[in-house]
């Protein structure tokens, strides 16, 4: 394999394929990079003595054509493949100038790093995550198979899609939050003297990719503007709708009443809600493939304190986030498992609140073990039941 890039994800390739056993020629406009990714055992850092059987273009997207010619120019590989975000222009450029575009097949892996250069790779970035393969209508199925290939020697999981398709959805999934990071965090330059002091987690989670570097993404950006300019414009509607709320409110508070107060707060939560319920359509967490079937099992916990910290703890303790974790008194919990099939329990007759019932939300395989875990650390528990993938 020849790897032309030395940054973080090439050499996060790099480092992967050799760990596998791939001999690894490595390149790059600084030779400091390629000769740093070859000291962290990415490979070698010298052209092969003979084709190789792949290269892997780890430039910005703007750069995938001319790179690719140089290449091919010089019988560099059998096939070739890229790991740019943006894969439509690119291909567009290869289809016009390259001298053997069946030869290639566009690629995306989709994992990275806010850090960049080779010092931030790691050879197991891919594993696990989607990466994007968009074959053109001269792709050969040789190429194909050598994309798939790698894509499999990352721990990666294919996913073949047309050029255009891929970057409408980068559009919305990455590239348009990566913009909108970088205008957040844009502000904190002339924000109040006290941010430092009160910056916590939900500011970082939003601002984190922001720290990207600036000439990739600002390459990455014009060459995806087409797809991300609706998507901008849609959140420039949004952003417009809330801002009139917040300024009809703020009006009627400086005013001491109430007037156009409640058409206010709708809009807010109308937007609110919708952002829950998008968010509510993606996995829990980052994976592709079919949907893990889930169970959910109801634990009762005394009305003692501690006692809810202390299976919160054991529930961490077996990989479960505690934030998955919902809680509801356990009387409140026994009318809604016993509505529909039995009479219902009102207030006035209700014993007194025996403590809280906790729903802890597992993978349906592992119900039975993890409940009969808790069971033997004296938790109290229901039969699991079922509820729907995420």
Known sequence: MAVIGTGLIGTSVALTAAEEGVSVYLSDRSRAAARTAAALGAGRAEDPPEPVDLAVLAVPPSRIAEVLIAAQERGLARAYTDVASVKERPERAVLARAPEPSRYIGGHPLAGRERSGPLAARAGLFRGRPWALTPHRLTSRAALDRGLELAELCGAAPVVMRSREHDEVVALTSHVPHLLASVMAARLRDGPAGVPLLAGQGLRDVTRIAAGDPRLWSDILRSNAAAMAGVVTELRADLARVAAALAALAEDQ?????????????????????????????????????????????????????????????????????????????????????????????????????????????????????????????????????????
Request: net charge negative; aromatic share 0%.
């Open 254 to 390: 400086d005013a001491g009443h109430e007037a156009g107060h409640d058409q206010g707060v709708r809009t807010l939560e109308d937007l609110l809600a919708r952002g829950a319920a998008g968010l509510a359509g993606l996995p829990r967490r980052p994976g592709v493939g079919p949907p893990v079937p889930q169970a959910a099992l109801r634990i009762l916990v005394p009305d003692r304190p501690g006692e809810l910290a202390r299976l919160l703890a054991a529930v961490a303790a077996l990989g479960i986030a505690a934030d998955d974790v919902t809680v509801e008194p356990a009387q409140t919990a026994q009318t809604a498992q016993t509505a529909g099939t039995a009479e219902t329990v009102e207030p006035a007759e209700a014993a007194e609140d025996s403590g809280l019932q906790v729903r802890v939300p597992v993978p349906a395989t592992d119900a039975e073990r993890i409940g009969a875990k808790l069971g033997a650390d004296g938790w109290e528990r229901a039969a699991a039941e079922s509820v729907p993938a995420r």
